[in-house]
């Protein structure tokens, strides 16, 4: 059996963000921690990584950055076995992050741009010089945009497993790689295609900008000021005692198929992969970014990064391709046929809308010997971290099953957010109902943008609401116990009522009465639409 622990922060001692043992208790029952804890435990005893350390991460209600801390495994193996002077995986285990540098890299470029230093629609050359003339463009092309390369648009080869290797590459090697061109697999900006090469780019406009390095700027900006202590760049910014080794996967089937991989040396490409952490500097890092999207975003400090640019980060910019299910494809999970997911690319962070699962940001890692994932609920903050020690090691698929079963076992703890009307959208519902059922002309008057008489006028109106109250079934008197705040609420701006009625299609399904109200886009906004028609509601 694989070494295994499973930890708490009401159980361990004093370490970031400790919280009270009945918050854990209320939050991650430990029924649900055992089989969270069983899922990485599982992939250890099948030889599908060496070994892993893994973490929840506390969404915007919680205080503490970690409820609950697991590790399997062991931080180095020689011959299938534990090597001499190295201990299991734990909470203090420092991996390779790998591509979660990424976002990072992006976070950088966007406090620069902030700053009025940069802006995301210049071209590459115009910080980069050595970058001029290096992409291979059409006549009419114009060469990538910052912009375009943060989204992974440029048109670029994808370079895994390729730049994987390239982390050494110093400036002068970069430039001449550059000057012997790239490649391209579409129009610049007409497409998604994963590029390491471009991240390296980003990382060299850094360099440029600053007149530092990407390195120093990172940890000057964020891991600093966040209290990132135990990431950093090599092995000698970090504890070594704690470095979990990575693995490659030899062609064999048990544990004997673990083997070494010697560390490389920061370079131009660490700007897309260099970065070392532990599962509680990457879940404090995860908040930060989250925390953009909380409810309460507003009046929280914005540290350093500003709140509007870190949800620019989490936003979809650049779709990316999926196949489609097929036609006759049945499943009540989702609300459709068509695709599972939609999935696309932010600035330096994926982005995923799944039917169960609402909105989740994430971004994977990759490396020789490395694979690591983090992902959290854009809705709740609530998230998962996972870093594995072996190459190809399934972290993104555990940590999403790890998430779905907490959705699933306690559904409030990932539950979306419902969408809030203003509070003017509110008092024009209350107005409208008020009109609807009474037809007073001055509710009308007050509350009628003066396209709402030009579009259908009041008698029309009045004449569409009794047709429909006629089909659904219903009486004039069910409008009058309807209240603004008992409105479906499809935006800020827009509320839906639906009365059951006791009408039927020729069909035999039952008829209900709805009523749309959509306000206009002013600040002092009025009904610019007023709808009430019949609708078959399953």
Do not use: C
Request: glycine share 10%; net charge negative; charged share 20%.
């Amino acid at each position: 059996m694989p070494e295994t622990s499973l930890t708490s922060p009401a159980t361990r001692s004093a370490t970031r963000s400790d919280a009270p043992a009945a918050a854990l208790v209320d939050a991650l029952p430990a029924p649900v921690l055992a089989t969270i804890a069983g899922l990485f435990e599982t992939a250890v005893a099948e030889h599908r990584t060496s070994g892993v350390t893994w973490a929840i991460i506390g969404g915007h209600g919680h205080d503490q950055a970690v409820l609950a801390h697991g590790a399997a495994g062991h931080r180095q193996l020689d011959g299938g076995r534990p090597a001499e002077g190295t201990g299991p995986m734990d909470r203090a285990t420092v991996s390779r992050i790998a591509s979660m540098t990424k976002s990072f890299t992006a976070a950088t470029i966007l406090a620069l741009r902030d700053e009025g230093r940069l802006s995301l629609e210049d071209p590459i050359s115009a910080h980069v010089p050595e970058a001029a003339g290096a992409f291979d463009l059409a006549p009419d092309e114009r060469e990538p945009t910052l912009r375009q390369l943060l989204t992974m648009s440029a048109g670029l080869v994808t370079d895994n497993p390729w730049g994987d290797r390239q982390e050494a590459m110093t400036r002068e090697e970069f430039a001449a790689t550059l000057r012997g061109g790239l490649g391209h697999v579409h129009q610049v900006g007409s497409g998604f295609e994963y590029s390491n090469t471009g991240f390296a780019l980003l990382g060299r406009v850094i360099d440029e900008v600053t007149g530092s390095d990407y390195a120093s700027e990172i940890r000057r900006r964020f891991l600093a000021p966040l209290g990132l202590d135990a990431t950093g760049w090599s092995a000698e910014e970090i504890d070594e005692q704690h470095l979990a080794t990575g693995h490659r996967l030899a062609d064999r089937t048990d544990a004997t198929r673990f083997e070494p991989v010697p560390l490389d040396s920061p370079g131009v490409y660490g700007a897309m992969a260099g970065l070392f952490s532990t599962v509680d500097d990457v879940a404090a890092w995860a908040r930060f970014l989250a925390a953009a999207d909380a409810p309460d975003a507003a009046s929280r400090e914005a540290g350093p990064l500003a709140t509007a640019s870190r949800r620019e980060m989490q936003q979809l910019h650049r779709h990316h391709p999926l196949p489609a299910l097929p036609a006759d494809f049945e499943d009540p999970a989702l609300l459709s046929p068509g695709f599972e997911r939609v999935r696309g690319y932010g600035f330096g962070l994926v982005v995923e809308h799944f039917p169960d699962l609402g909105d989740v940001v994430s971004h994977s890692g990759g490396y020789p010997g490395y694979g690591s994932f983090m992902v959290w609920h854009r809705d709740s903050g609530v998230g998962v971290v996972a870093l594995a020690n072996s190459k190809y090691a399934p972290a993104t698929s555990l940590s999403m099953q790890a998430l779905r079963l907490l959705q699933r076992e306690l559904p409030a703890l990932l539950a979306r957010r419902p969408l809030e009307a203003a509070p003017r959208t509110l008092e024009a519902g209350d107005a409208a109902l008020t009109w609807l059922h009474g037809g007073e002309e001055a509710v009308a008057d007050s509350w009628f943008a003066d396209t709402m008489d030009l579009d259908v006028s009041r008698a029309e109106r009045r004449r569409r609401l009794e047709a429909a109250l006629a089909t659904a079934g219903l009486e004039a008197s069910a409008i009058a116990a309807l209240r603004a705040q008992d409105a479906e609420v499809l935006s800020r701006a827009r509320l839906r009522w639906t009365v059951r009625g006791s009408g039927t299609t020729a069909a035999g399904h039952p008829l209900s009465l709805r009523i749309e109200l959509l306000m206009d886009p002013r600040g002092s906004a009025l009904i610019q639409s007023l709808d009430t028609i019949a609708v078959a509601v399953g």
